[in-house]
């Protein structure tokens, strides 16, 4: 079967079109047929070469978030689930191929009215925002801002916050046209990826989602409300500078948090029920998936250009 590899980490040129046995479901796992495959900017921090110390090796199959139907199952998964179409979680990697094989805990039977594609939109990114919300103990009323909200797990924060009555939305964002996308998914304000650019906004946030990172990230303590907090998800501007917390003890009268999030630290009973409850609302119509593009597995190297290019707005999809 057709899969997807890295062969040298750094450029998207690095990446192959391999041909691969179809792999056998252990114990436990079921083998999907993939119909929509997720590309993550996790997929793409780690081609780069950006998480080192993880044992990323020459021939690794990027992707995490699959959805298509099973085909078969290994010893102790119940054979109904065969001809189910679900969503899945690979692991981190595995994903770019034809037919994946994933842990039957970590596959999810898929509404008939959803599409494979808008699964893989939102299956990660909806329950990373979710409780990245949920660390930063959001409540209504209170006022979000979003850095970074132009990327899918951005794109379903917003989503969130607005239908969980934040008293105000505001994110960042690098050009107006996005802005207005973004405002058509709840945002209420849009900055620039400064901060700047909205004479309109909220002075202050009770929280900050920060997807950035990045030299930029003390700056952004200024715009806390007192008791605000910042829970900081993804280094897509890079790491912060070494002594970023000084700026929290500068302001140690306003009583600031900050807080990194990982999905891994949340327990996986309850990452699947978010995900269902997600899976349930965009067959309502009630979340938005925003798909940037569908391409065809063996152009994912296009993909990882045009994200690395910036021009990605939501979820570019592969598909077999
Ligand atoms: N914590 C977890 O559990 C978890 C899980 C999955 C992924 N992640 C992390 O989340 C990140 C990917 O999230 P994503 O796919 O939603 O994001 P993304 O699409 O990679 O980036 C989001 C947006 O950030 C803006 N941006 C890009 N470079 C920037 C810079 N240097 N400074 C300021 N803004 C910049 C861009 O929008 P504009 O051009 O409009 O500004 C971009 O669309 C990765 O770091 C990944 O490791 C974390």
């Known amino acids: 079967m057709q899969a997807v590899v890295i062969k040298t980490f750094g450029s998207p040129d690095g990446m192959s079109v391999v041909d691969i046995p179809t792999p056998t479901p252990a114990a436990g796992q079921v083998l999907i047929t993939n119909a929509a495959i997720g590309v993550g900017g996790v997929d793409a921090v780690i081609r780069r070469g950006a998480i080192s110390g993880y044992g990323f090796e ?9 959805a298509g139907t099973v085909t078969a199952v290994g010893a102790g998964v119940a054979p109904s689930w065969v001809g189910r179409r679900v969503w899945a979680f690979t692991g981190t990697g595995g994903g770019y191929v034809e037919q994946s094989v994933a842990s039957v805990e970590e596959t999810l039977p898929l509404p008939e009215s959803l599409s494979s594609t808008d699964a ?10 979710h409780f990245a919300l949920a660390h930063a103990h959001f409540a209504p009323g209170e006022t979000v801002l979003v850095r970074g909200a132009a990327g899918s797990i951005g794109i379903m924060a917003v989503q969130l916050a607005a239908s969980a009555g934040a008293g105000a ?18 945002a209420t304000h849009v900055l620039d990826r400064a901060g700047a650019g909205d004479t309109a906004a909220p002075p202050n946030y009770d929280v900050i989602i920060d997807i950035i990172a990045g030299p930029d990230l003390p700056t952004f303590f200024d715009k806390l409300a007192p008791n605000g907090r910042v829970v900081t998800l993804g280094i897509v501007g890079g790491p912060p500078p070494a002594d970023f917390g000084m700026r929290l003890i500068a302001a140690f009268q306003r009583s600031l948090s900050f807080a990194t999030f990982s999905a891994d630290s949340i327990p996986l009973a309850d990452r699947n029920t978010v995900r269902t409850n997600h899976f ?7 979340l938005q998936t925003v798909v940037h593009e569908c391409l ?6 296009s993909a990882h250009r045009k994200m690395d290019a910036g021009e990605v707005f939501g979820r570019i999809v592969l598909t077999p």
């Open 169 to 186: 939305v505001a994110v960042t964002t690098s050009s107006a046209e996005r802005g207005a996308r973004l405002r058509a998914l709840g």
């Open 120 to 129: 893989v939109t939102l299956g990660s990114s909806g329950m990373v925002a």
């Open 296 to 301: 065809p597995l063996d152009q994912a190297a």
């Open 280 to 286: 349930a609302a965009a067959s309502r119509g009630e």
């Open 58 to 66: 020459e021939g690794f199959v990027p992707g995490s978030e699959v």
